[in-house]
């Protein structure tokens, strides 16, 4: 292969790591190359056993007995061999698990990988280092928390909190529970929450009387089982389990609490009154969520108005009107004009009203006093008028007889409640993707893998890829150059890519490409009619 076909790297006089050997080339490179210290005859390696990625080896020599013995992965305290500890932790890492593995290993030509046994001993090693980890990363999250707040004595702060599921729907045995600190972003508690039981489930007697009892009291330590209810209640009981331990767990209260409004989470830890009635725990809104009522609220009325004739005698909907393109448009205007200022609810409600006038506004009648002025102004009429261009000339407006029916979502959407203290649920959002991708929704995970992708993900997203050199050391792995190396680059690449998707430029031209995917879709839609619809055809 040449230097073209593959990265080349250079290496020092002492050789670290690990590297895949074609083990005919090896023995044959060996007994043409090297001879007995003692009889100078010629030595031959045999390999005597196999344990998963793990192999013995024995120096042979045709004449003498000397036999000299080594293996090929250091093989500490008796235990399972560090390869095969380092292989299970990486495929984990990347959402797979043994039947990966054992692809992996086929395709490669490498021996069948450890049985199912072993694997499960190595998850929960896995486990237990990947817990500790958190558990540190999550402890110094709270510290950098209060330390961001106003009034850090008082060890009060606001928390964003979210749950997830591990299967689509609400359906799922199992779901995580996760609180992010409002200022640092980081993740300072996590539940995962489990109504299954694989050894509850074996139970094949009576469910009461005293043999029962005797073996639920021997099991109970041991039942994954902590929910019962609904998939659906997770969120709220966990999110319970989270706020009634924060005191014990690391000496604070959450006292204002961000949530998506999509269950009783909210109303389940207030009334719970988790630090007594003194306390009142207030609610802030999710700006991601906010946001969506606009879109929703818009498609519903175009929905209810389907087939009636506006004042101006056409229907809301069509060319020029209030397209899906349109709605969306809006939908994203309001949620740029609550980000854009926060803190200062009247400017917020401005910049909300200004997207309405902005939206009727033509040549003759243009009403741009509530748009931002100046160079850098979202209004191309506004920036005319700073001269960055040199005429402007307004689009199609959305007609009048549509904005009238629009208006009064408009005057619902700018309540002064509603507004109040948005913030937003992204580091949520993101973090219960990375769990999702250490354990993806579309394979059958249990409760223990569940939790090893919880506690994986948060020393991940609070401190990055270069966490995960704390748990090979844990699992007793040796940590080299390539492995820590790979790590910070990965984690240097993470930081780079997230600048550039924070960067407006990069954003306004995914809302073009957006856009211009749902008008393109649309006019399809024009033109061909329905096509799919269930039940349908």
């Not at 003498?64 to 080594?70: E, G, L, S």
């Not at 009635?277 to 700006?287: L, Y």
Request: net charge positive; hydrophobic share 35%; with cysteine.
């Amino acid at each position: 292969m040449s230097n073209t076909d593959a990265q080349v790297h250079s290496v020092n006089n002492v050789a670290v790591g690990y590297r895949i050997i074609h083990i005919p080339t090896l023995i044959s490179a060996i007994s043409d190359n090297v001879s007995c210290k003692i009889c100078h005859d010629e030595i031959t390696l045999v390999e005597t056993s196999v344990q998963g990625l793990a192999s013995t080896f024995k120096f042979e020599c045709s004449v003498c007995v000397d036999k000299r013995q080594f293996y090929s992965s250091p093989n500490r305290n008796n235990n399972v061999s560090e390869i095969n500890r380092r292989i299970v932790y990486a495929m984990r890492c990347l959402g797979q698990g043994l039947t990966s593995i054992q692809l992996f290993c086929g395709l490669m030509d490498l021996p069948p990988p450890v049985k199912q046994t072993t694997y499960a001993l190595i998850v929960n090693r896995i486990l237990s280092a990947s817990k500790l980890v958190a558990k540190q990363s999550m402890k110094r999250a709270v510290e950098d928390e209060i330390k961001l707040t106003s009034e850090p004595e008082k060890r009060e702060i606001s928390i964003s909190g979210d749950g997830s599921w591990e299967t689509r729907g609400h359906l799922s045995r199992y779901g995580i529970v996760s609180v992010i600190g409002a200022e640092s972003g980081k993740v300072i508690d996590v539940k995962v929450k489990s109504s299954y039981c694989r050894t509850c489930k074996k139970w094949e007697g009576p469910k009461k009387g005293p043999q029962y009892e005797d073996w639920m009291k021997k099991h109970a330590p041991l039942c994954t089982a902590n929910h019962q209810g609904s998939a659906a209640s997770m969120e709220c009981c966990g999110l319970q389990d989270i706020f009634n331990r924060s005191e014990r767990k690391y000496d604070v209260k959450y006292v204002e609490y961000l949530g998506d409004g999509d269950t009783k989470s909210f109303k389940a830890v207030h009334d719970s009154m988790p630090y007594g009635p003194q306390v009142d725990i207030q609610k802030v809104e999710c700006v991601g969520h906010v946001q969506k009522r606009m879109g929703t609220r818009l498609r519903n009325l175009k929905k209810k108005l389907l087939g009636k004739k506006l004042a101006d005698g056409k229907g809301i909907g069509g060319a020029g009107r209030l397209t899906d393109s349109v709605i969306d448009k809006l939908q994203v205007y309001y949620g740029n004009a609550i980000r854009g200022n926060k803190g200062n609810i009247e400017d917020m409600r401005k910049s909300i009203w200004a997207i309405w006038y902005h939206e009727v506004s033509t040549d003759s009648e243009p009403l741009h006093s509530m748009c931002p002025s100046g160079r850098e102004s979202w209004c191309g009429y506004r920036r005319a008028q700073a001269g960055v261009e040199k005429t402007y000339r307004h689009p199609h407006p959305i007609p009048m007889a549509v904005m009238t029916e629009i208006k009064p979502i408009f005057k619902d959407l700018v309540a002064t409640d509603l507004l109040k203290g948005v913030s937003t649920q992204n580091p949520n959002e993101s973090f219960n993707n990375k769990v999702w991708s250490i354990c993806p929704k579309n394979t059958n995970c249990g409760y223990k893998v569940v939790k090893v992708a919880a506690a994986d993900a948060v020393a991940t997203f609070n401190e990055g890829n270069i966490s995960r050199l704390q748990v090979l050391k844990h699992l007793d792995v040796t940590v080299e150059k390539f492995a820590e190396t790979a790590l910070r680059q990965r984690d240097i690449l993470r930081v780079k890519y997230a600048e550039k998707w924070l960067r407006e430029s990069t954003k306004e031209a995914r809302r073009i490409r957006r856009r211009l995917m749902l008008e393109e879709h649309g006019k399809n839609i024009t033109k061909e009619g329905t096509t799919y619809a269930a039940g349908a055809f």
